[in-house]
């Protein structure tokens, strides 16, 4: 097969991924690098209400929190995996996917907090491959309106659900957790 005319491009893997350093933070996505921006102070004010909430809730629970940066190979495969994300907050109930690299498979509940340069791959590209992954709820956390958005997959089926600064949110994977969103968005 001839090559000529067309650019091949090179695709990674976790192995490739874990020589790269920490100067950039990346994502892994089919095998091409994605650059990761730095946070803002109100995304970064998001993520820590989150994990207190979060924390508080899980404290002597099976369940446990990771906020970012922490490695998920979503597809689990080890360093053949050609999937790593790096979501804003996850939680994983299952201590077996946890080593001392990250997550490998998908965890229980992703949580990405949008930015204008995540937003399209947040709330499209990922929103898909935590689906197909199987993740089993995923929420999208919008700084700039001040809502959250909550999907929850069961197989072939999604349900969404979206809320606004003032709601109380019912954690779906979590029984009895419920994340006040003003509190959330008082930033």
Not at 18 to 41: K, Q
Request: negative net charge.
């Amino acid at each position: 097969m001839s090559t000529v005319g067309k650019q091949e491009e090179r695709r990674y893997t976790y192995a490739d991924y874990v020589t790269w350093g920490d100067e950039t933070r990346f994502e892994l996505i089919r095998g091409v690098p994605v650059a990761m921006a730095a946070p803002s102070p109100a995304h970064q004010a998001i993520l820590l209400e989150l994990s207190v909430q979060f924390g508080s809730f899980l404290k002597g629970k099976r369940c446990k929190a990771y906020p970012a940066p922490f490695d998920v190979l979503l597809f689990a495969g080890g360093d053949a995996s050609d999937v790593v994300v790096q979501p804003d907050f996850s939680v994983v109930c299952d201590e077996s996917k946890i080593d001392d690299r990250g997550c490998n498979g998908a965890p229980d509940l992703v949580i990405e907090i949008l930015s204008p340069s995540s937003r399209l791959m947040d709330t499209e590209l990922k929103k898909s491959l935590y689906w197909k992954a199987g993740v089993r709820e995923y929420w999208f956390v919008d700084p700039q309106y001040q809502t959250l958005t909550a999907h929850i997959f069961g197989g072939d089926k999604l349900e969404t659900k979206s809320y606004d600064k003032t709601a109380a949110v019912n954690v779906h994977v979590l029984e009895g957790c419920v994340i006040n969103l003003a509190d959330v968005f008082a930033v």
